[in-house]
């Protein structure tokens, strides 16, 4: 799966959004935020890739993360200067049963 088209569901979009928002400007969007996405960001530009795979559930056709949320967002920095493209990588999705089930609810405010 390319991680341009995540087809993120829209809380999680923003969340994503708002983790590089943070990062810009040298703040944390959770503990341990910033410095978690520069390690990310220097394994990307040693490695050329992803540490490991980002996992998805699929929601209602769309798709919330399950792990890999710092990932995402040092990969969305990453794009923002670099043209060249990363090594394809691994995406795992599940999918919820229960679609009245948010998953990661707890770790994004509760009014968006």
């Known amino acids: 799966m390319n991680y341009e088209k995540l087809d993120l569901t829209k809380r999680f979009d923003n969340c994503i959004d708002e983790m590089c928002n943070k990062y810009k400007i040298n703040e944390n969007f959770c503990l341990n935020s910033k410095e978690r996405i520069d390690h990310i960001l220097n394994y990307i530009l040693i490695n050329k890739k992803i540490p490991k795979p980002i996992i998805l559930v699929k929601n ?6 399950a792990d890999g949320n710092h990932r995402i967002a040092a990969y969305r920095l990453y794009k ?21 089930y948010q998953y990661g609810a707890f770790f994004w405010p509760q009014n968006s």
């Open 60 to 65: 209602n056709n769309k798709n919330e993360i």
């Open 80 to 100: 923002e200067k670099n043209d060249e493209k990363l090594e394809k990588q691994e995406v795992w999705i599940g999918e919820l049963q229960n679609t009245n």
